[in-house]
């Protein structure tokens, strides 16, 4: 399928959407902006599974936000993971309608 993806950080999150969607033969570029690693995690207590931000705002379409600060079970990398998991089938859905 051929896309205009384009994912912002190169954390677990962003790596592992990155790779669910080349899972699929959809190609993205990814943008890191530090030679360091880990920057985002859950900062407020009661930020769990739903109560997290969504992966989408529906002022913009086409934008998705993944990462352990979004909706997703656990914590950590594993949230981070599972975010990605969660948000890819939007993503997939969002690309078919496009
Ligand atoms: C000190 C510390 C120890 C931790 N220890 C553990 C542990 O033992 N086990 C565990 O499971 N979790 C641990 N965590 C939590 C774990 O690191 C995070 O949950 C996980 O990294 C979140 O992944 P993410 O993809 O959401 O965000 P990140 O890993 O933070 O990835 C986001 C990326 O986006 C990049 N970025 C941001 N803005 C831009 C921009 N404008 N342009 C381009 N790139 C951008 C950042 O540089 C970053 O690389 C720890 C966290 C910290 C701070």
Known sequence: MSSN???IGAGVSGLSTASLLANENISCKVYEKSSTVVE?????PGLVWKNKMS???SQVKGLFFVGDST???GIGTDSAAHSSILCHPKIIS???NA
């Open 71 to 73: 909706v997703s079970y």
């Open 94 to 96: 969002y690309l078919k």
């Open 5 to 7: 993806v384009h994912i």
């Open 40 to 44: 985002s995690v859950v900062k407020e």
């Open 55 to 57: 992966h989408e705002v």
